[in-house]
């Protein structure tokens, strides 16, 4: 007989397995810097793992712990500053596990109801932070690039029913070089074209925008259907000027999304929320709770100023769907809002972690990711040997070592990372010469300390 689904002494043997590696993973402060192999390296000293009659829950879960994990970069390890860091609270990530365990289908309130609750207490944190008006509201999704074709669909949706002769036309957004890649890349999903404003600072302002528009052709005027914004630029934490793009954005009638999923947990750092100002006027924000917010992969946010364009865009319909809509059914439907029908809460682990720890935790967690992008560039600056490219800007610092190829920041960060002191990457910035190569931190880890930077600044002198 099949006994996958019964319970047995391997499966507790299992358990017992799972509970003591988490509760060691979490409480190690930092864990291995794993490195990747090549896979013809990992299959030699895994081999085949699945097979018709399996080689026991005992067996893989030793492949996964002694081989397989040590082959992958904890992302919350303090010197991992490459790209965007995350480093999930313990509260989340333990969350993470009674989410699974709970086995809710998060699409509808007819199945998710006490869990869209928990998403739905943690969105309104989120949503007050924007400052948008009475009505607002969003979902969780899986991530920034789902959240960011979601608000796209739903503008352009909103756009063709504008006119009529919208429809059948191929839509065309306008955007920044400093906005994501994901912009680009769901655009092509949605077969829309995208203008890149080109800024040489990589931050967008009103002025710059109105220019694009008018310097359009009459037919790509009428193709325009939205502007995105970035709430803290992947490469150097620069937020556009909200406030002058959102003036242009009404003047002209277009959809104005602003792409807060690295910056947005600055929302809540009083220090540098001024600097969002304009984002309470935006139709649509991206934020993921998995980058500056403490949550574990993946959790993004989708936020909508009318949420009933979100829903003409999103909502299915099929015959086995309409009970959902039913008077007895109703209540709020996750899955009328982005892309994805059935899907994980993945909104529950940020929910607990904010229910059990307060929101002040969290804004005092930000503003020190803040703070130590300042201390970084303070001791770069005193540093003879090195250079900031621009002051450091929310929790990016851009900087050159004096004299380095790419060759050699290549180098820097192989040597790093093999040595399993740190993960630091190179990036480009675009100087008076062209593009440069340059090395960025990102800090998101508040439990980085200050002897943590001057190890890896060491390693450059
Ligand atoms: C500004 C911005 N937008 C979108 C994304 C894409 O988010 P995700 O990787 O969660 O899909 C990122 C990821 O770094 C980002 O920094």
Redesign the pocket.
């Known amino acids: 007989m099949n006994k996958m689904h019964k319970i047995d002494i391997d499966l507790v043997e299992m358990t017992l397995d799972v509970m003591k590696y988490t509760i060691d993973r979490i409480s190690n402060v930092t864990p291995e810097l794993g490195a990747p192999k090549k896979e013809e390296e990992l299959f030699e000293l895994i081999g085949e793992t699945v097979t018709p009659t399996g080689i026991g829950g005992e067996v893989a879960f030793k492949m996964f712990r002694d081989i397989l994990v040590k082959a992958t970069v904890p992302i919350d390890h303090p010197r991992h500053l490459a ?2 860091p995350a480093a999930p609270t313990r509260a989340a990530i333990m969350f993470d596990l009674v989410t699974s365990a709970s086995s809710i289908h998060g699409a509808y309130w007819m199945e998710g109801a006490g869990g869209i609750f928990c998403e739905n207490q943690a969105m309104k944190w989120l949503v007050s932070l924007t400052g948008l008006p009475e009505g607002s509201f969003g979902v969780f999704t ?7 074709l979601s608000a796209m669909v739903a503008a352009r949706e909103a756009w063709r029913k504008k006119s009529t002769g919208n429809i059948g036309v191929r839509a065309l957004l306008l955007t920044s070089n400093g ?2 890649s ?2 680009q890349a769901m655009a092509k999903v949605m077969d829309a074209d995208v203008v890149m404003i080109d800024c040489p600072d990589e931050n967008l302002r009103g002025h710059a925008l109105q220019t694009a528009i008018e310097e359009l052709g009459e037919k790509d005027r009428k193709r325009l259907f939205a502007v995105v914004a ?5 490469n150097a934490g620069i937020i556009d000027e909200l406030d002058s793009i959102a003036d242009v954005c009404e003047k002209e009638d277009l959809w104005f999304h602003v ?5 947005g947990g600055a929302l809540a750092a009083p220090s540098v929320r001024h600097l969002f100002n304009g984002i309470e006027r935006a139709d649509s924000i ?1 934020i ?1 709770p ?2 500056w917010l403490f949550s574990p992969y ?1 959790c ?1 946010a989708v936020i909508y100023k009318n949420m009933e364009l979100a829903a003409e865009a999103h909502s299915q319909k099929g015959s086995y769907l309409e009970i959902f809509k039913d008077e007895g059914a109703q209540g709020f439907n996750p899955a009328d809002y982005q892309i994805q029908l059935t899907r994980r809460l993945r909104g529950m682990p940020l929910w607990f972690s904010l229910a059990m720890h307060g929101t002040e935790k969290y804004s005092t967690s930000i503003e020190r990711g803040i703070e130590l992008a300042q201390i970084a560039a303070k001791k770069i600056e005193e540093a003879e040997d090195l250079e900031l490219v621009r002051p450091a800007s929310l929790s990016v610092v851009l900087f050159r070592r004096k004299g380095w190829t790419a060759e050699e920041y290549r180098d820097w960060t192989y040597r790093n990372h093999k040595s399993g002191l740190a993960l630091v990457t190179p990036t480009k910035w675009k100087g008076e010469n062209g593009y440069e190569t340059i090395s960025r931190f990102c800090f998101i880890n508040p439990e980085t300390t200050e002897d943590d930077i001057d190890m890896i600044l060491e390693t450059m002198m």
Do not use: Q
Not at 142 to 148: D, E
Not at 230 to 234: D, E, N, V
Not at 259 to 263: I, K, S, V
């Open positions: 790209f965007v899986s991530g920034g690039t789902a959240a960011n906005a994501h994901s912009i970035t709430g803290g630029t992947t792409d807060a999923a690295y910056g991206t993921d998995h980058k993946d993004g």
